[in-house]
Structures are given as structure tokens and as C-alpha cells.
């Protein structure tokens, strides 16, 4: 079996995979980019705890920064009056754990306190409150995220601000990838994990394929990178596009 096809027959399986706990939420994603950029797997391995196994595509890391909105998000079956909505800026690699893939998450800034701290709390994820603004029209998306910058203690520190500041669009039709392709590896993973003492947290999604299109990004501001410790790149990301996405999330359960 050649290594291609031998990708994409463990991508299906990892699909099926899939744990069968609960998934007790329901959200829909709106007006998201994948920015991808490939990294020295050498320069990031030190900051992916040692129980997970950071992930390469020929030869390269991969470190996504995801900005998206979340809708409609609460538990599953709840009216409209106890459900939420809120931008979201995640920054995250690729990873497995016990041969089974996921994402590992540096960092996720959500433009919510109360949501930052409960989603802090249960899943352990490394959850950041940010004033997040979002605009979109006809023609494009504006997302823009910062965390810091506030005076803080008696001897007045200021942390120093974390930014992302990007526009982006759609420049074609909807696709969905294809198992054994870059596109497919990037977006298709499922899980999280979330190592601690002695233990790793996961949680789970499930939707349908992604319906991604080509896209066009202009990034102002990305101190992201920096601001995880993490290699800044010196190439332009793999940039593509989702406007809507209907999912679920799990309980999320110790391994």
C-alpha cells in the first residue's frame, strides 16, 4: 500500500474512531479562516507536552491560528434564551495520542469572561479573555483580537498586549477535502487533548465535512506566535475559508 493511500485509510478509521460519550452542546461556526503556516517540528516540540506526539506532514509542524464565531452555542435541545454567541481566536498544532489524532491548543481567546472562566474550568484548556470585534459585509470579514495591555497591582505592571488583527474572504467555490490531502489534515481533526498531572482531558466534535473554500487574508497584526513562545515563520500561511459549519461537542472525559 503506498504511503498515500495508507494516510488515507488511517484518516477514515480515525474517524471512526471517534469515542461515544455524550455530546451534550450544540453550536454553529460562522465566518472562519484557517491560516496555517509550517514550522520547524524541532522549535515547537519542546512547548507540546511529552504524553502527546506533535504530528509532521513531510517533514514540517503545522501551527494554525483560527479566528471564527461561535452561534447559538448552549446545550443541546435549550431555547434560544440560554444559548450564546462569540467570537473565538485559537492558536493550535497537531498532534496524536496513543496513535489517535487531535489538536493540541497553545492558546483560545474568547470575547467573554464568564465563558473563558467556565471553559477554563472544564476542560482545562488555556482559555483567555479578549475584546474581540468582528464586522463582515458582502464583500469580506474584519476580525480583530486583543488580550493585555491593562494596568495591573499596585506598582501599576502593564502586560504587554497579545494581538491578531486580519480581513479575509472567500475567492471560491465550496470544496470539501479529500482524505491524504494537506487541506484534509489540517482541518479534519475531531479532538482535543489537554495533558495534566498524570492524565489527559479530551473532547470531542462531530460535523459534517468541512465546506471550505479558497481564500484571501490580509494579516496586520499577528503577535500570536510570540506570545505562546512559539517559532514566528518566515513563509505566507495556508489560508482557507468556512462560512458555516452546524456541530456538536462532547462531555469531555479523562484518558
Known sequence: MTEQRTDQFRERMDERALSRTPH?????????????????PDAVRPHV???????TRDGRAWIGVVPF????????????????????????TYVRYRGDPGLFFFSV??????IASLVGRSTRLPVHSARIRVGSDETQVAFSSTRGGNVRGAGGHVDAPVRFSATYRPTGGVFRP?????EYWLTERRRFYAPGDGTVLTGEIAHDPWPLQPADATI????????????????????????ELAMTGSIPRWL
Request: hydrophobic content about 40%.
Open 24 to 40: 451534550v452542546a450544540s453550536m454553529t461556526w460562522r465566518h472562519g479562516l484557517f491560516a496555517h503556516w509550517p514550522v520547524d
Open 49 to 55: 507536552p511529552g504524553r502527546l506526539t506533535l504530528e
Open 69 to 92: 464565531v461561535l452561534t447559538n452555542a448552549g446545550i443541546r435541545g435549550s431555547p434560544s434564551a440560554f444559548r450564546a454567541a462569540f467570537p473565538e481566536l485559537n492558536v493550535r
Open 109 to 114: 481567546d474568547v470575547a467573554s469572561p464568564l
Open 178 to 182: 479529500e482524505p491524504g490531502t494537506l
Open 220 to 243: 496586520y497584526e499577528n503577535t500570536m506566535f510570540e506570545a505562546n513562545g512559539l517559532p514566528v515563520p518566515a513563509d505566507e500561511p495556508i489560508v482557507h475559508y468556512c462560512d
